[in-house]
């Protein structure tokens, strides 16, 4: 089983967050099933950026960014390389949700090309596209359940 998430949600098992239980137990519960997190091209390199933004800030210590870095790395998430697929899918998907950016659709994209379901901490995706996109999950509202399932 394949699950698909965005730097949103990694970045919850790194870095000091409201709902970090949350997506602890969610990342337990994949662990346990086996379920491998597969994501866009941009995802490492918007999650380093905001450690690197972190420590810059002096949000977290310098010993802090280096092993929430290390942490990102061995994470395992699988990266799927068909970039022009992706592109393509994720600018379609920002026309038909009328969004103003790609970004977001990337992971989207991912989540339709692989068809599996997209877990984000991003609660304002979530209120802009849920109604019009099931497979999109938030992780505010994990309460268990069977794999990939909220």
Same mark, same amino acid.
């Given at each position: 089983?394949?699950?698909?998430?965005?730097?949103?949600?990694?970045?919850?098992?790194?870095?000091?967050?409201?709902?970090?239980?949350?997506?602890?137990?969610?990342?337990?519960?994949?662990?346990?099933?086996?379920?491998?997190?597969?994501?866009?091209? *941009?995802?490492?390199?918007?999650?380093?950026?905001? #450690? !690197?933004?972190?420590?810059?800030? @002096? /949000?977290?210590?310098? =010993?802090?960014?280096?092993?929430?870095?290390? *942490?990102?790395?061995?994470?395992?998430?699988?990266? #799927? !390389?068909?970039?022009?697929?992706? @592109? /393509?899918?994720?600018? =379609?998907?920002?026309?038909?949700?009328?969004?103003?950016?790609?970004?977001?659709?990337?992971?989207?994209?991912?989540?339709?090309?692989?068809?599996?379901?997209?877990?984000?901490?991003?609660?304002?995706?979530?209120?802009?596209?849920?109604?019009?996109?099931?497979?999109?999950?938030?992780?505010?509202?994990?309460?268990?359940?069977?794999?990939?399932?909220?």
């Amino acid at each position: 089983m394949k699950i698909c998430i965005d730097a949103s949600l990694a970045l919850m098992w790194l870095l000091p967050a409201e709902l970090n239980d949350r997506a602890n137990a969610l990342r337990k519960k994949w662990d346990a099933e086996a379920v491998q997190l597969i994501s866009a091209p *941009l995802f490492y390199a918007e999650v380093t950026s905001v #450690l !690197r933004e972190q420590v810059y800030f @002096q /949000k977290l210590l310098p =010993e802090e960014g280096e092993e929430a870095f290390s *942490l990102c790395l061995e994470m395992g998430v699988k990266i #799927l !390389r068909d970039s022009s697929r992706i @592109q /393509k899918k994720a600018w =379609e998907l920002a026309k038909k949700h009328n969004r103003t950016r790609t970004c977001d659709m990337q992971y989207l994209a991912v989540a339709e090309i692989e068809d599996c379901d997209f877990w984000t901490a991003d609660k304002r995706l979530c209120n802009a596209l849920a109604k019009k996109v099931p497979r999109l999950k938030y992780v505010g509202e994990f309460q268990g359940g069977g794999p990939g399932s909220q």
